[in-house]
């Protein structure tokens, strides 16, 4: 675990460097919102869609943010009105609608299995499925103890496009009645009458 927060610390140190270049006092709210959602959030993005982020990195970014955001003045804190959870949260929801860095981390995740699939010819996707799951599909597979760190953050992508996942119904061939996810209807998506 320190090895990789080492590892991914550059990402902290670079949001850091950028958000004390910065004068606060010199940009509006609105102006502060626009530099955190579009500059400083875009730093981690590449990183983010390849491996997970660990938590201790994310928390530290937020810290900097949150900081940045409520300002400082000569090296007093203010005092933060809201938890940057909350500023996380939709507009319509009394947020501001910054990033949930752990959720846009899995998002980013998951789009990678997303190219697995629709590209499944792509170099990248023939190496892992040579590697990994040789003889069945990425969704049918499971990390073992010396499985990559890159192998074991595409399956933690998995698990949030499994959850959005629902079979279209063709001829029904591939679809278990009971146990997949093909109903429209946004309970469970499966069938929930007993079986005879």
């Avoid at 003045?73 to 500023?87: A, G």
């Avoid at 629709?118 to 599909?137: D, H």
């Amino acid at each position: 675990m320190r090895n990789k927060k080492i590892q991914f610390d550059y990402i902290k140190d670079r949001v850091v460097r950028k958000l004390q270049g910065w004068k606060e006092r010199l940009f509006s709210q609105r102006g502060k919102e626009v530099l955190i959602k579009a500059v400083i959030h875009a730093i981690p993005t590449y990183v983010m869609s390849c491996f997970i982020i660990l938590d201790s990195i994310v928390r530290e970014i937020e810290a900097a943010c949150a900081r940045f955001w409520w300002g400082t003045i000569e090296d007093h804190k203010r005092v933060h009105w809201r938890k940057w959870r909350d500023l996380c949260s939709l507009k319509v929801c009394g947020g501001l609608g910054f990033k949930d860095l752990t959720i846009f981390n899995q998002a980013l995740l998951g789009k990678q299995v997303s190219r697995f699939l629709q590209r499944s010819e792509s170099l990248v996707a023939r190496v892992f499925k040579a590697k990994y799951y040789p003889s069945s599909s990425i969704w049918e597979t499971t990390a073992s103890p010396n499985s990559s760190y890159i192998w074991k953050s595409i399956l933690w992508g998995r698990n949030l496009v499994e959850k959005g996942l629902r079979w279209r119904v063709g001829n029904g061939s591939f679809i278990s009645v009971y146990n997949s996810k093909w109903l429209p209807l946004p309970w469970n998506y499966k069938v929930i009458s007993p079986k005879f």
